[in-house]
């Protein structure tokens, strides 16, 4: 996806609720795709990522959904805290392993609602 | 706890000085890489390294940045002059060929201020 900046798209989540962030790519060569969090002052932190191959991915109440025919990417937060409060980034690469620049989606500014 | 590191954290500076952020990739790591993150533009890359060869530059300004990894510990991204718009907030990330993964690890990157 692009970058555009000052429109961050924003999601508010009562605490304890599930919250899903959504990601729309832009090259179909894309093999391997990222979710990352940054939170205010800090760099991006790695959350899970996925490859191609699988459509389903999930982690520590995190989950990873690609869809490569829609060229879409999801990550859903189960049972969401206030700490999951910060900016999600989706990104890709046509990389195969070789660990190449990664294009980073706008980015979803997620509140939780205590 | 392998992390990327990068100082300074915070740099104030005035138009036509040079500044010089360093980064120390995660040990191991062969592949550095150097991003710049604006409200206006997002995340957007400026140069990337491998084995501490430049691959891709093509996303810095070349006639005032320049970056070099004089070892595999040390990565600089130099801006000569500094303009007011080249403030942002600078990361380093840092990843590996050598496992069979393209996850890049990110630093906590330097905010850079020039007035």
């Known amino acids: 996806g692009e970058s555009v900046g000052l429109h961050l798209p924003t999601l508010s989540v009562q605490e304890g609720d599930n919250s899903i962030i959504n990601c729309a790519y832009s ?11 940054q939170e205010s002052g800090k760099g991006p932190q790695f959350i899970i990522d996925i490859r191609s191959n699988m459509d ?9 959904l690609l869809n490569k025919t829609v060229k879409h990417l999801s990550l859903q937060i189960a049972a969401t805290q206030p700490g999951d409060s910060a900016v999600y980034f989706c990104a890709e690469t046509s ?15 997620l509140t939780i609602i205590p | 706890d392998a992390r990327v590191t990068q100082t300074p954290r915070h740099k104030v500076t005035e138009m036509g000085q040079e500044v010089t952020m360093r980064c120390q990739p995660i040990l191991g790591h062969n592949t550095v890489f150097w991003y710049r993150q ?7 890359l400026l140069a990337y390294f491998r084995n501490r060869a430049p691959l891709d530059d ?14 595999a510990t ?7 002059p500094s303009e007011p718009r080249d403030s942002a907030v ?10 069979r993964t393209d996850t890049q690890y990110f630093g906590p990157g330097t905010r850079l201020t020039v007035l």
């Open chain 1, 27 to 37: 090259n179909s060569a894309s093999d391997y795709f990222i979710w990352y969090k």
């Open chain 1, 56 to 64: 389903k991915r999930q982690g520590q109440r995190v989950t990873v």
């Open chain 1, 95 to 109: 990389s195969n392993f070789g660990n190449e620049k990664l294009t980073f989606g706008t980015g979803t500014r």
């Open chain 2, 38 to 44: 604006t409200m206006m533009q997002g995340l957007e």
């Open chain 2, 58 to 71: 093509s996303g810095m300004p070349k006639d005032r940045f320049s970056a070099e990894m004089p070892d």
């Open chain 2, 74 to 80: 040390l990565a600089t991204l130099k801006i000569q």
């Open chain 2, 90 to 99: 600078y990361f380093c990330a840092s990843g590996t060929t050598l496992d």
